[in-house]
């Protein structure tokens, strides 16, 4: 019990690291720490310090207002006008998920989950779209792999990641998160 509530997010007051308030999960197995708000998280070693050696940051673009907060142990939800934006932080790692309630504002051939990044961090997708990696000097730091989706019926979807917009001076841009929906039964979850 102690060991799993290492993992538990709770709140967080503005930090020296530049990080507003609202809630933080440090991770012990993967030396990281999460600050989640409801404008995007922020990763950094577990230990931040004003001279951390890398942060990555993430927002869903274009997302609207989170509508309600739910903090429940190692899981947050973010609740918004057409999608549950989550995380869950335990010994595996940092999982982010979304669950797309309907086909509003969906392009008739798919959903484009559409990510800004910022930081210290390049991404490098990995296997044609089905990982990226965030890598500084030249080294891999953080990857975001098993990309998976599936609607209502448990019926998998095809997923990959995108690079868009990456601008490699100041390791800011967007990364995407394309699922085919063809005949999809909402709601869908990609993860």
Do not use: M
């Not at 197995?29 to 951390?52: K, Q, Y």
């Not at 989950?113 to 990696?133: K, Y």
């Not at 990309?147 to 990456?166: I, K, M, N, Q, Y």
């Amino acid at each position: 019990e102690i060991r799993r509530s290492e993992y538990a997010i709770t709140q967080q007051e503005p930090s020296e690291a530049d990080v507003p308030a609202g809630y933080q999960a440090p991770n012990r197995a993967h030396n990281l720490r999460t600050s989640f708000t409801e404008n995007g998280i922020h990763l950094g070693p577990r230990v931040f310090s004003t001279d951390a050696d890398w942060q990555l940051t993430l927002a869903l673009d274009s997302a609207s207002a989170a509508t309600g907060v739910t903090v429940d142990g190692d899981r947050i939800e973010y609740r918004r006008e057409t999608l549950l934006e989550w995380y869950v932080n335990d010994e595996c790692g940092l999982e982010q998920g979304f669950t797309v309630l309907s086909p509003t504002g969906v392009k008739r051939d798919g959903v484009v989950l559409e990510l800004a990044f910022g930081g210290d961090l390049l991404p490098r997708l990995v296997d044609a779209g089905a990982a990226v990696e965030f890598i500084a000097a030249g080294e891999p730091v953080l990857c975001s792999s098993d990309l998976r989706a599936a609607d209502a019926t448990g019926r998998v979807l095809p997923v990959h990641f995108e690079l868009r917009d990456s601008q490699k001076a100041d390791a800011s841009g967007s990364l995407a998160l394309v699922v085919d929906t063809s005949d999809t039964v909402y709601p869908l979850t990609v993860a």
